[in-house]
């Protein structure tokens, strides 16, 4: 007995058609906009320690 449905015991494969790779565009733009956020507080506290 599975708890798990029957398409998640049995993976499509990655020649199946509807088998999306990759990440989402949505997902892209949030990691290209959280590594700019990230970025300037990086650099903002090195240019902080440098003019003190």
Not at 19 to 27: A, F, I, Q, T
């Amino acid at each position: 007995m599975s708890f798990l449905p029957k398409d998640e015991l049995n993976p499509k494969k990655s020649g199946d058609k509807g088998d999306k790779n990759g990440p989402s565009r949505n997902r892209i733009v949030l990691w290209v906009i959280m590594g700019g956020v990230g970025a300037y507080l990086v650099l903002s506290g090195v240019i902080g320690l440098l003019t003190t």
